[in-house]
């Protein structure tokens, strides 16, 4: 095997930014058993026009099932909102961006700290399983299941790790998760901007319409994805979600600026 043919290992990106856009920040989250390799395009493509960028890679992933396993969502979310504290601090202006649970984990940033928008790829707020209703009970009969995959997937796979089970302890602290990011839609005072794919066997519909019913007028702008799965940051719409956050951040930071001005 050559150098050049080794798959990239799940690892955390960070970009200091340059030129005009440098102090605006993009904190990115990657979803549920993912890593940063699924969010790297979308990552790639706003340090390219300039900005800070910061993904972080979240505790239990990007080694395997086992060690997610024995982390909890505060876990997660703790090393997100440390990185966005971090870019924060760096920057004068800064957004929240994921995919899928990265998108609920941004959401809850959201809810927590003043950002100048997010942008969030099929978040996650609900299951289809109607089987997460007893999730807190079964996950001590049941230690893993088997990860939801799609029947023709066309983006491309990542070698995130091991994550041919899901523990269903896991599942259930995901299910806290986005109890405690639908509790905090409320308090978002930010626009928000969601890209959702048409064909998203992980996320139900339902994620989209509780945002809309509790962010109301802050949810600036939904972006339908015809063409791509769940992982749509690195499928065929791939570039309307780089193009379009891109515009999103530029038109945002524009205004968060113009009303900082003496």
């Not at 798959?7 to 058993?33: D, E, K, L």
């Not at 700290?113 to 996950?139: C, E, M, Q, T, W």
């Not at 065929?236 to 891109?246: K, L």
Request: charged share 15%.
């Amino acid at each position: 095997m050559t150098e050049s043919s080794i798959p990239p290992r799940p690892a955390a990106f960070s970009y200091p930014g340059h030129g005009a856009n440098a102090q605006v920040g993009v904190a990115i989250c990657h979803g549920f058993t993912g890593s940063p390799l699924s969010v790297l395009p979308w990552a790639e493509h706003l340090a390219g026009q300039g900005y800070a960028v910061s993904v972080p890679l979240l505790p239990g992933h990007g080694t395997d099932w086992r060690q997610l396993a024995r982390t909890g969502w505060g876990d997660w979310y703790r090393s997100y909102e440390a990185a966005f504290l971090d870019l924060q601090a760096r920057t004068e202006t800064c957004f929240v961006a994921g995919l899928s649970m990265g998108g609920a984990v941004a959401l809850l940033a959201a809810s927590r700290h003043p950002v100048a928008g997010v942008s969030v790829v099929n978040p996650g707020l609900s299951f289809y399983d109607r089987r997460i209703h007893i999730i807190g009970v079964l996950k001590y009969f049941q230690r893993t299941t088997i990860p939801i995959q799609e029947d023709q997937p066309t983006a491309p796979h990542t070698e995130d790790g091991d994550y041919s089970r899901t523990p269903l302890a896991a599942v259930h602290e995901l299910k806290k998760l986005f109890g405690a990011a639908i509790r905090g839609l409320p308090r978002i005072t930010a626009p928000v901007q969601v890209f959702k794919s048409r064909t998203d066997i992980v996320v139900p519909p339902t994620s989209l319409a509780l945002l809309r019913q509790r962010l109301g007028p802050r949810l600036s702008e939904v972006v339908d994805l015809a063409s791509s799965g769940h992982v749509a940051t690195l499928d065929v719409d791939a570039p309307e979600i780089f193009a379009r956050s891109s515009a999103f951040i530029r038109a945002h930071a524009r205004l968060t600026s113009t009303s900082e001005t003496p």
